[in-house]
Every structure is written in C-alpha cells, then in structure tokens.
C-alpha cells in the first residue's frame, strides 16, 4: 500500500479523507418536515406498501454533511435510516421506528480518483447514471444491475449483480475502497475509508460492504472501484470493458399452447444447461451470455425466454443459436415474439430475430423499458433462491400449480430464472461478504399490483407459491448440495418467521451461509451501539 492510500484508510479527520478532486457540496443539508410540501414524494420508494411518517427527511450532499445529521441522530437518541434510490424490498428505511430519513438521492458524483487510481462513486449515484458516465466518457464500466433507477449505496452492499456478471463477475469484485460514517462506543462519529488492501487495519470493514447489505454497519457515503487485475494509472485502465456489441433475443410461448409436459421440459433444459460446466464454469464460451426464463403466471397469456449474448465473441451467432436450441429442444411448439409485459420488461417483439446492438444502447434499453417501476401505485413482493443443481421434477411441477391456478388472476405475478455461475464462481466463498459462489443459476419469485385491496391475496399467492416448491427443505432453499440460500438484495422478512420458514435454518445462515459470525465480529468493531438496524441487518454477537 502507498503512504497516499494507507493514510486513506487510517481514516483522517472527522471528515474523512477527501479524494484529491471531491465534489464540493451544491447545497446545505435540508430539512423536510411532514408539514412541508415536499414530504408526500420524500417518505416512500418504489414499493407502494412501504410509507414512513417520519420526524423529517434530511437531503444531503456531502459526506460532511451525513456526518452532522448522524451525529444529531446519536446525541438525540432518534433511529435514523437511510435512502438511496428507493427499492428496497422491505420496510427497512420507511417503517413506524424510523424518525429521520438520510436521503442520499443527490450525492451522485461519479469521477476518477488519481490518489487510488480508481473511481469514486457516492451513494446516492443510480446505475444508470453510472455506466453512462463510465462508459461515455472512459470507455469502461462495472457489472451492476440491470435497473436503471436502483441506487449504488445498497446495490453494491449487498453484492450487486446484472447482465455482465458472468463474464466479470459481481460488482463487488471490483470494489476498491468504501466510505463510511460510524458511530463508536462512546457515540463519537466519524469517518472511515476501508480498502482492499491486505495491509489496511480497516480491511473488515471493506469486507463486510461487499455482500452484507445496506444499514448495518454506518452510512455509506463513497465508493471506489478498481477491477482486482487491472494494470496502470489511467483512467482507461481502471476497470473492465464491457463488450462494443451484444446479441438481443427474446421468444415467448402461448400459455394456451404450452402443455404441463412442454412446460417441465423448458424448465427443465433451462437448468440443466446452466448446471453443464462447459456452459457455467469460470472460463466457458458462453461466459458472455445473460439469460433470463420469464415464467408468467397464466393470465398473462405468455412464457418468455431473453437472452443478451457478447456479440464480440467468436461465432457470437451460433453460439447463441445453439443456446436456444438446447433450451427449447422437445417443446414441440413454436416459439414467437414476446408482445406482453413480462415483469418489468414491456412486450419486445423486434428481437423475435436476433438484434445486434451497441452495449450502452442495450443497457439503456433493459435498464428503462419498462412502466412497472415507475408507476407511483406499485406494491410489490418478492422472495429468491440460489441453485448449484437442477431444480426437480417435482418442483417444476409445483412451478406449474401455481402459475397456472385460476384462483389468481394478475399477468405480473411470475417466477424468474436467471443466469449466474463462470467468473461469480471464481471467487472463493469468503473472499468477499457474498457466499452464493457455487450456484449456476438464481430464481426471483415476485408479484406486483396496484391496489391495497389486493395485498392479501397476492402476498398469500406468493408465500404459498414458494414454500410448497421448498416443501422438502421447510419452505425455503436451504443452503445444501442443491440450493444455496437467498439473495439479501431481494429481502424477504418471511425468513426470519418460523410459520414461515420450517427449515431450522436461520434467516442469516441463508443470505450469508458461513460468513455471518465474521460480520458479526464487523458489526462489533464498527456499530457497538447497534444505531443502524433494520429486520434483517446483522446482530450483534
């Protein structure tokens, strides 16, 4: 470690060690209180069933400005949260104990840090915004997620991951550093960068940030990214680069076509090549490639499968033809173009025929298409499993039963399989927080609505939906030769319930496995006071 980055993660002054061009704060902190204007639109995210009725909302564009507001927070004895881009999928920022909301929606900064050779990001920054900027201006990027509005200081945290995962594996893996406000014992806050290095004495405190989730251990007010091979000084040499082009393709099947056979043998080939190492193992030809199965619930008249391929790769064409070859083979129906909404996707029925497209342009398009997440009446519920192995025949058979029950009628209720595995898994299990590094495949089980009247039976649907697909494990995906547990960015407070959760294992044990008593040790060090908590934030040991 240079002396410029170890006295970077020594922690400084108060203030923390501010990068060599940092961004001077736009505006003072500001407080909204419930009798101003600007309240209604500040107390809730995306997820309609989530509102908080907090004392106030502090925006804020500095990590200066956090630390006051904390530190207020503390001295008051008042439980404060915070926000970035909104999509938590719980109450963990906008519940009833919540008395002050951090709002970190306008630190956005995105810039090239000479000091760490690497980039900085602030919390508050969206992803979109990220690889727009990275890419326009450097020529390179991180694999994040795939929503445009989701923001960097909860995505990262909870090991984020999207459509170039496979070919270069979490965000997480390329983070450099992190900045974070805490609060020791004596209630003191202060500022904390931690970074990569073995040598840091704050290295636990990075480690903790690259799988645990947001709200545990401080504020998060600045990341750094620097992917862990990469050579130089410059900008340009900082992170990957993503591909110039990519293959689009998206097919769908009739509901009213489909039989409950042609069904199980779709998802059945959809699991079984992603569980063939040549097609998973870190190092594959089909590295590149990002595939989702999109399996709707009946009533939205359609099945999908969507697929983006490195169209830079050699024979890019026919590797994506003899992908969709095996995952259709013995579905004895045409497939055609997807002409519904699909989740969060809008019918796309151009990329019936594969479509080659610049990166950045196929990213902006998956990232915005979409009117689900922007509709200020969406309620939402979600739950999520890992796979190292095939799902059975018995489970594709409860997948069937329950989108095809006619007791239900919502088009956007549906289970989701998506590709994982190649570079993900070549990271051991403790490098970083994230532990899910044998799975080759991850399932998102969700539904969304818009009325309060219809919260009873979606939430029922879902809940019964999934724990009878993980009736032979307690209802949920237990971490075994199997599955591999839960995703903490799609949090789900069911597991801590053990109506719920029959399985014996504890909520922790499947987001993070083997990990957790190592970031309790984290929680110890960084949040003795335990003044960032949410429902499923590590406990203290």
């Excluded at 509005?149 to 893996?173: F, I, K, N, P, Y």
């Excluded at 090549?273 to 490639?289: C, M, Q, T």
Aim: hydrophobic share 35%.
């Amino acid at each position: 470690m240079t002396n410029d980055h170890k006295d970077a993660a020594q922690g400084g002054n108060p203030g923390g060690p501010g990068p060599e061009k940092a961004p001077a704060a736009e505006f003072g902190a500001t407080k909204i209180a419930a009798a101003d204007p600007r309240y209604g639109d500040l107390v809730r995210g995306m997820n309609q069933r989530w509102v908080g009725r907090p004392e106030s909302v502090r925006m804020v564009d500095s990590t200066q400005q956090v630390l006051a507001v904390v530190q207020e927070a503390v001295r008051d004895g008042k439980k404060l949260t915070v926000r970035g881009g909104g999509h938590c999928y719980e109450d963990f920022v906008f519940n009833a104990d919540t008395q002050i909301v951090l709002d970190m929606s306008e630190m956005t900064s995105v810039y090239y840090d000479e000091r760490f050779s690497a980039f900085a990001v602030e919390a508050g920054a969206t992803l979109l915004d990220v690889y727009e900027r990275l890419y326009k201006v450097w020529g390179v990027t991180v694999p994040g997620g795939m929503c445009y509005s989701v923001g960097v200081g909860g995505h990262v945290s909870g090991g984020g991951w999207g459509m170039l995962a496979r070919q270069h594996g979490l965000v997480v893996d390329h983070l450099y550093a992190v900045e974070v406000v805490v609060v020791d014992a004596r209630g003191k806050v202060r500022t904390v960068v931690a970074t990569r290095e073995e040598s840091d004495p704050n290295r636990e405190l990075w480690w903790a940030h690259t799988g645990a989730g947001g709200g545990n251990f401080g504020v998060i007010t600045r990341y750094w990214f620097r992917s862990p091979h990469a050579r130089g000084r410059r900008p340009e040499q900082a992170l990957i680069k993503p591909p110039s082009e990519v293959l689009i393709s998206a097919i769908a099947w009739s509901w009213d076509d489909i039989t409950k056979e042609e069904f199980t043998r779709l998802t059945r080939n959809y699991a079984a090549w992603h569980v063939a190492d040549e097609n998973s193992a870190p190092g594959s030809e089909y590295s590149g490639l990002m595939s989702s199965l999109l399996l709707n619930h009946k009533s939205n008249g359609q099945i999908g499968l969507v697929s983006v391929l490195d169209a830079t790769a050699p024979h890019a064409e026919k590797l994506l033809e003899a992908y969709i070859a095996a995952v259709t083979e013995g579905v004895d129906i045409e497939h055609g173009p997807v002409t519904k909404t699909m989740g969060e996707h809008k019918p796309m029925p151009q990329y019936h025929k594969p479509q080659r497209m610049p990166w950045l342009q196929a990213t902006r398009y998956f990232g915005t298409t979409n009117n689900t997440l922007v509709d200020p009446t969406l309620r939402a519920d979600y739950k999520s499993a890992y796979n190292k192995r095939m799902v059975t025949d018995q489970q594709i058979a409860k997948i069937y039963q329950h989108l095809a029950n006619a007791g239900l009628n919502n088009p956007r209720a549906m289970v989701q399989f998506s590709s994982f595995g190649c570079a993900v898994n070549s990271v051991k299990r403790s490098d970083t927080a994230t532990v899910h590094r044998d799975s080759r495949f991850k399932l998102l089980y969700q539904t969304y609505w818009n009325s309060p009247a219809d919260d009873k039976a979606n939430i029922a649907w879902l809940r019964d939906f999934y724990e009878d697909v993980y009736a032979q494990t307690g209802g949920v995906p237990v971490l075994d030769d199997t599955t591999d547990g839960c995703y903490i960015n799609y949090a789900d407070i069911d597991l801590n319930d053990p109506r719920r959760n029959r399985s014996g294992v504890p909520w922790h044990t499947l987001y993070f496995g083997d990990n957790y008593p190592r970031l309790q040790d984290v929680k110890a060090k960084w949040d003795p006071g335990n003044h960032f908590s949410h429902g499923q934030s590590v406990r203290l040991p």
